[in-house]
């Protein structure tokens, strides 16, 4: 077998899928992952260092964030800056051919505590990438780490409504009218 | 050995700081803990399934939460609402003669990327049970989810300063100044 493999990566990630799917994740070895791809069990590790790390990948989500704050113009307020990043996420990550994908994803982690968990740190990672990034704007600390709550909400909801195969409506646009809406909410609290 | 042991559960608690700090979290075996705590294994696991649960207990801190929440004065605004939890929070939790040791606990999960995945869990519970508690006062649901995130925000941001061994103020006065802070810099995000 060639040491390079094609879309390596998304293969890996598409056979894990499924058979987290079919048989459970407990019962789902690195071997026979690499074996429904077609790729052996080294080639797995050229890609991932464990089997959970599949579903997680490479952390190109907080640079996307981090990124699109400091792309967003200078005069915009924070929540903006915070707007033109999620924009960024619907163009760059959550586009309409990933999310089948994503909503699967979604269900294979929801069942399982030790994914849960990881994806809650991860979380954490995401609100601090754009706290840094607003305060690398000049926002002021407790400004940023609001701004940065409140994006992550955004997020978090908009990723919920956008992941529900029925709803075809473009991520960033949802991922700012809940913005919009937390903000207002925000005012009344 | 009877099998009743006063203050059994705090022994281990304590025992297992001492030996996570010694030693290295992944160095401590539940014997060793038990051991040092002057206890059996099976008393260790009558009050912990495991080794990572000696640091996160049984979860009262939701119920805290919730329960600050809900005693709340009806006409409480929902962040009102909120600072009144996190005083129940500095009366029955972060209570002085607890700080020294939340702040070494604090120190062991910062070293261990697994603890702080299950803090990282712990803390969407939390944030989770605040929101749910608000709902229940009739806070309509993106207000209450708001309002919870602000309230774990200045949750996270006073327990730090508290934990701080150095500083001596009451948990519920820094968390509820927080919550101010926080809800100014949110005007002007």
Known sequence: MARWQPNASQRLVAAALDLFAERGYENTTVIDIAQRAGL???????????????????????????????????????????????????????????????????????????????????????????AGALQRRGVPDLTARVAAELGALAMKIAFERWSDTSNAEDFGELARRTLRDLQEAGASC
């Open 40 to 130: 052996t069990k080294s080639t797995f590790f050229r890609h991932f260092p464990d089997k959970r790390e599949v579903l997680f990948g490479r952390d190109t989500m907080t640079g996307l964030l981090a990124n699109g704050i400091a792309a967003a113009p200078a005069a915009a307020a924070p929540l903006e800056a915070v707007a033109h990043a999620l924009d960024a996420v619907g163009r760059e990550a959550f586009t309409p051919d990933r999310r089948a994908f994503t909503a699967r994803r979604r269900a294979v982690i929801a069942t399982h505590p030790e994914l849960q968990e990881r994806e809650a740190l991860k979380g954490l990672a995401l609100t601090a990438a754009m």
